[in-house]
């Protein structure tokens, strides 16, 4: 028997099959060695974050995503025409069971930026032979660290909400382009999570989602998956 694949084994997939080849168009050094870098696409390059280039490490300053300049510490002279940008971690369950798996994770840059499917999700089954297996409602959120309680509103939309709104925009690409996915059906409704956490009304954050503070986005998504067998002796 065919049994379907579990949406959230489906969405793993995804995420861990997702690339970020950084393409470098110009490369400037200031007088005091940071340095400056146009590239092709920002992604999800968020300052503080380290990156490697050439066999060096460089921590990410600031970025300006009208030009899609990114400044680095200081280093050695950046020769290299590319790079790869560090990956999303991948993560799935309730918000209570993935904060306690998130806090017992010793290195901050193992925990994000990261995809959560949070568990419950929705799916409707067709039992006739339409070639859409199913449709799936399900609430995903793109997060990162941030320092909220000490950065404000436009310094967390640059430094966390936006990276993430990008890395999404990728994430979206990334379920258009796998076969598995019926690429004009999928929706969304986007909200921007400058605190994220548990939040009572006129009192703002109540209780942390876990140990760190993040941002990012939450989406509210439906997506329509194909059958992965279709021949009767499956």
Do not use: W
């Not at 060096?56 to 290299?80: E, M």
Request: hydrophobic share 35%; net charge negative.
């Amino acid at each position: 028997m065919n049994y379907p694949a579990d949406f959230t084994d489906i969405i793993r997939s995804v995420v861990t099959s997702m690339t970020f080849p950084v393409t470098i168009l110009d490369v400037q050094v200031g007088g005091d060695g940071v340095i400056s870098i146009e590239v092709c696409d920002l992604y999800h390059a968020e300052p503080g974050r380290a990156v490697t280039i050439g066999g060096n490490d460089y921590t990410i300053l600031t970025i300006d995503d009208s030009t899609n300049v990114i400044t680095l510490s200081s280093g050695p002279a950046i020769t290299a025409v590319a790079f790869d940008l560090y990956l999303p971690h991948f993560f799935h369950g309730t918000p209570y069971d993935t904060a306690a798996k998130i806090d017992n994770i010793p290195m901050a840059t193992d925990k994000t930026p990261m995809i959560f499917v949070e568990v419950e999700y929705r799916e409707h089954f067709n039992t006739t032979e339409s070639a859409i297996e199913r449709r799936t409602q399900a609430r995903i959120y793109v997060l990162t660290q941030s320092n909220f309680n000490t950065m404000d509103s436009d310094n967390l939309l640059e430094a966390a909400v936006k990276p993430m709104q990008r890395l999404h925009a990728h994430f979206v690409e990334a379920i258009k382009n796998d076969p598995r996915f019926d690429p004009d059906t999928l929706e969304y409704d986007r909200i921007s999570k400058y605190k994220f956490g548990v939040f009572a009304p006129s009192k703002g954050v109540q209780k942390g989602f876990c140990a760190m503070d993040l941002s990012g986005i939450q989406t509210d998504t439906t997506m329509d998956i194909y059958r992965t067998c279709q021949n009767s002796a499956c």
